[in-house]
């Protein structure tokens, strides 16, 4: 258990192997259905620690986990599913309305969402919004906020 019953939790990275690692223990605080909302800057280290949650949920092994970028949405999993979606390219709330999201939320999966912030407020609560920091080359700085539910 990384979050327990904290309201957020902050960690320190030195490497996209550590940042795999906190994404594999992270999953085990992860209940599906969820949303989890991945924020930060380019290279900040999303879809590094997106590989983390999808194989510590079991769901693809970790060098399977690729950006979503030019798809937007990527699908894991068998019975309990994760996709992966990537907004870096939606510019405007109307554009969100051709990707379907409405169907991920309305399926008993886990959805994480890297440029998380775009969604605005076309999305389900609860959440987990997960902030990454680039602090140095091999340095990200993590915070992890539950819903407050
Ligand atoms: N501690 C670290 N944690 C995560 N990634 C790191 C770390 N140190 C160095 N890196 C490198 O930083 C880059 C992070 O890229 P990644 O694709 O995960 O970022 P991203 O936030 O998804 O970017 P984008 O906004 O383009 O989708 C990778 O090249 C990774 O190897
Ligand atoms: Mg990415």
């Known amino acids: 258990m990384v979050i327990g019953t904290k309201k957020t939790v902050e960690v320190v990275t030195h490497s996209p192997e550590e940042t795999i690692a906190f994404g594999r223990e992270l999953a085990g605080d992860l209940q599906p259905p969820c949303l989890v909302l991945l924020k930060g800057e380019l290279g900040s280290g999303k879809t590094t620690l997106a590989k983390g949650i999808v194989a510590g949920l079991g769901a693809a092994r970790e060098e399977e986990v690729t950006s979503p970028s030019f798809t937007l949405v990527h699908e894991y999993g068998g019975d309990r599913k994760v996709f992966h979606v990537d907004l870096y390219r939606i510019e405007e709330s109307r554009?969100?309305?051709?990707?379907?999201?409405?169907?991920?939320?309305?399926?008993?999966?886990?959805?994480?969402?890297e440029w998380g912030e775009k969604l605005w407020d076309n999305a389900p609560a609860p959440r987990v919004i997960i902030q990454m920091e680039y602090t140095s080359s091999e340095e990200r700085h993590i915070t992890v906020e539950r819903p407050s539910a």
Do not use: N, Q
């Open 95 to 113: 554009e969100l309305a051709t990707l379907g999201l409405e169907e991920l939320w309305s399926e008993d999966a886990m959805v994480i969402v």
